[in-house]
């Protein structure tokens, strides 16, 4: 490869690495990414256990259950007729022939006949249920569930006059895993053709495209191998391989792309293949480098939440992001080494005419011109238009993810609702768990029937219907309560805080050496929200403060950073109210295909941040790193940001149109939270590309010139990682190199 004065790049040197070893560097990756796929998948992943997946109070008493062994996993099958009642001999014998059939199955215990009165019939006599229990956690209960709904769909093929259907904890689960499943299945075949549609858009050619989007998968493929290795100490979320997919394959594509791009616009500039491939690796590689770390860094604060949840997803992410940099500096510089310019094969007609990516982008020079003639005015529409779309943010409200999310079509939730309009009580539940030495003696005994008779005098709970289950060593009594409400409405809430604030202490909590929690889909909520709300500030500050000093050694000013934080915050928060505008209010039901829960999935907002916060970064990086790249060769400072940013016009379009495509495949999901995941990723980076790099970077750079570049002196001491001048918009590397141009002195603040 030809010299350049850029040599000490770490990118650079990575690339020039690859290039001269392309075969070690391509085969191998490719080894890496098939072995680390084959075997992550041959261990399979540890999932989340249903106890972890609690917080604060209800995780102390799903623990305590757990301990007791009061955790079985609760089935009902549901028999119905619109014409017989239960005492008539076929409804009987149904209900007789599921309790027969349902017992014989392993790991089937405590089943409840309706004959016998242990279960619930309808007031009007036409429908029952059978209750019953699959022994084991919930990861147990999903592999012996199949065996009980085989036995729950021959009675109901013994019985073609009834409606006999299963619902319950196992059996909810498996029908939302293969939900989630069949819908990764359906966003990873819609994914591809969208993403090489759009490459072959900016590229206009097959080769250029597909080196992308190889990048891409196979940083996917690597990344979901390798974290269901750990997985037996960090386990892992149920929605994680649709978070590596989303994340992954857009980074991946896109830090290939701006690298790509930038070898192509080298190579039109008159380079040699060599001298292109380096200079590529050392401005773009390098703020791919940068972009990535940001990224990584944002994605780091789910860490600090110290939900199992949010720490699965921090370490997918980090790790596809950290895949995907390390496959974009390495594998991509072999690749373009072994193509040189046969990277142009494969024109496509009327897409492959002209080059691409060369030059400036005569639309956003346009518009840059505007905005930088009148910087005040256009900080005040854009910035105004931000702020009128974060405002609904506001009144963000939160709802915990439940079946009630899934499509109302499937099987399961038809069941579902059926069974919790004919037996409202078995639908919401409050579990109050008392850990005492001896839950028979006289004071528990007394504590409990205090709570029941203060449980039944009150409105907020279904009455009758309160069950008591003692351990076998009688340390552990539950309580269950059904409650109104849906479970995450205010109803449900203000059942919660009558409990944990009234009931429980005046009669439970009182009794001399108990331990009183209480547990349920409400609590889980609150405690949730709790949980997360008291850790945000922590949250916050350490994703500010690593990025910020991330861009501060990177840019060497102060101002760089803060700007780039604060208008990474509009974007954010417009994202929230397109958010809020949608699913909350309901607004576009029909167009998206969704009934509104009346909030935001409660993990998302969390997520949402860091993943924007991140993402967003990408692109201000990629600019500045060009702006910066001009202002260090000595260009002036308002010149510099116009060149820039119209010089990266075509590549970050490109980038953003891939981003946003890909988001937007998760829409057409079925799964609500999917939906909203897209939906929030694809507004904020179509707005960060397009508002926020188009109108207030360059607007702001206008207004404060050559204080952008401020860093007090006292700072000086900041080590230089990367090149001051990466020598790409010098001429090529067979001539003498340029003598280095004095620095500008910066200004004084006054």
Known sequence: MDSHPSSHNLAARMARWSSKHRKKAFWGWLVFAILALAIGTAMGSTPISDVDGYNGESHDAEAALDRAGLRPQSEVVFVQSDKLTIKDPRFEAAVADVVRSVSKVPYVQNVESPLRGESAVSKDGHAALVNFDVA??????????????????????????????QIGSASAAKAVNATITDDLKSA????????????????????????????????????????????????????????ILLIGLAVGVDYSLFYLKREREERAAGRSEGAALEAAAATSGRAVLISGATVMVAMAGMLISGDKS??????????VV?????????????????????????????????????????????????????????IVLAGGLLVALAIPALGMKSVNSDIDELPGDLPVIQTYNKVKK???????????????????????????????????????????????????????????????????DQASLDALNKLRDDIVPATVGAVDGATVNVSGD?????????????????????????????????????????????????????????????FQNGNGESLIGFTSNGGVANWLPLFLFVVLFGLSMDYHVFILSRVKELVDGGMPTDEAVRKGITSTAGTVTSAAAVMVGVFLVFVTLSFIDFKELGLGLAAAVLIDATIIRGVLLPATMRVLGDWNWYLPSWLEWLPRIGAERDGAESAPPADPPAPEIPAKPKPVPV
């Open 322 to 378: 950290a895949v995907a940099v390390f496959a974009s500096l390495t594998v991509l510089p072999a690749m373009l080494s072994w193509l040189g310019d046969r990277v142009e094969k494969g024109r496509v007609p009327i897409l492959g005419s002209r080059r691409r990516g060369v030059g400036e982008s005569r639309f956003w020079s346009s518009v840059t011109g505007a905005v930088m003639r009148r910087p005040g005015l256009s």
């Open 188 to 243: 990873g075949l819609l994914s591809l053709p969208v993403t090489l549609i759009l490459l072959l858009i900016t590229f206009g050619t097959l080769v250029a495209a597909g080196v992308p989007l190889w990048i891409g998968l196979s940083s996917v493929m690597a990344a979901l191998g390798l974290v269901a290795l750990p997985s037996g100490i960090l386990p892992v979320d149920d929605n994680l391989p649709a978070v």
């Open 522 to 582: 409400a609590a889980q909520s609150a405690d949730f929200a709790s949980n997360l709300s008291s850790r945000l500030p922590l949250i916050f500050a350490f994703v500010f403060g690593l990025a910020f000093l991330l861009m501060l050694v990177t840019f060497r000013s102060i101002v760089i950073p803060i700007k780039a934080i604060l208008l990474n915050l509009l974007s954010v928060g417009a994202a929230y109210g397109v958010l809020v505008l949608v």
């Open 422 to 488: 004919i037996f409202p009580a078995e639908g919401v539940t409050a579990i109050v768990v008392m850990e005492v030495d001896d839950v028979t003696a006289g004071g528990p005994t007394t504590g409990i029937a205090a709570l029941i008779n203060r449980v039944d005098a009150s409105p907020k709970f279904f009455k009758p219907g309160t069950e008591l289950i003692e351990s076998k060593d009688r340390t552990v009594a539950q309580i269950n309560i059904p409650t109104i409400g849906s479970g995450t």
């Open 136 to 165: 084991g956690d919930s990861v147990e209960a999903k592999e012996r569930i199949d065996p009980v709904l085989a036995a729950t769909a021959a009675a109901q093929k013994r019985h073609p006059d009834l409606a006999v259907e």
């Open 310 to 319: 949010f720490i699965s997803f921090a370490e997918g992410t980090i790790l």
